[in-house]
């Protein structure tokens, strides 16, 4: 059997990165898929690191040729998704991991909906969202009140995806999480049937 997709949404502060990286041990094969955008890179970031960073008419050209699982424009810049790696994976048999918003989830279920385990991370309230995200102590008023706003609409799409997972305290979060993923590594797409279905029957 090939690999599989895991999608993983939710607002910023949600505890995402920090819940892979502690069960990054534990759910092995795995790739993470890192992002494409046209934004600037920050300040220690690398390219084919934290993002791969693109020109703005690269991104473009890309989009027409269809290498994109998803992509959005978010706040002037794009984000996207590149085919390739994903693919590359896939083959090897690995569980992919996407850390993608709202927007990105729908448009990669268009793509890939029988492949893909989608789940929502979030704190239990937006008031311990707000606690977080100022405890951090790393963003300006506005930027944190950005993500608020952000917040309180893609709480809205929650019933879009596969699962929930409530980060009240992260042990029993990543607990969570390692579940889901052997859960994501079951889930067999339709040609994924058809091919087992075939060698079962001793057609191939």
């Known amino acids: 059997m090939s690999g599989a997709i895991l999608i993983l949404s939710g607002p910023s502060g949600a505890g995402k990165s920090t819940i892979i990286r502690q ?5 092995e094969p795995y790739y993470f ?3 494409s955008t046209t934004r600037d890179p ?3 970031e690398r390219d084919g690191v934290e993002y791969h960073f ?19 424009e978010v706040h002037g810049n794009y984000y996207g998704t590149s085919l390739a790696p994903v693919y590359k994976a896939l083959a090897e048999g690995k569980l992919v991991i996407f850390d993608i918003d709202v927007q990105g989830h ?29 405890e951090r102590s790393t963003e300006s008023e506005a930027v944190i009140e950005q993500r608020l706003t952000n917040a309180r609409e893609e709480i809205l799409a929650i019933d879009e995806f596969d699962y929930v997972i409530l980060n009240d305290t992260i042990e029993e979060a990543v607990e969570d999480f390692v ?7 079951l889930k067999v797409g339709r040609r994924e049937c058809e091919a087992l279905v075939g060698r079962w029957l001793g057609r191939d």
């Not at 069960?23 to 759910?27: G, K, N, P, T």
């Open 179 to 185: 579940a889901l993923s052997r859960t994501a590594r």
């Open 33 to 35: 898929s890192i992002s």
């Open 106 to 134: 729908r448009l990669a279920r268009e793509a890939m909906g029988d492949r893909i385990t989608s789940a929502f991370i979030t704190p239990p309230s937006l008031v311990e969202l707000e606690r977080r995200l100022r």
């Open 54 to 72: 693109l020109t703005r008419e690269a991104f473009e050209a890309g989009i027409e040729a269809g290498d994109f699982l998803e992509y959005a």
């Open 23 to 27: 069960a990054a041990s534990r759910i």
């Open 42 to 44: 920050r300040e220690g």
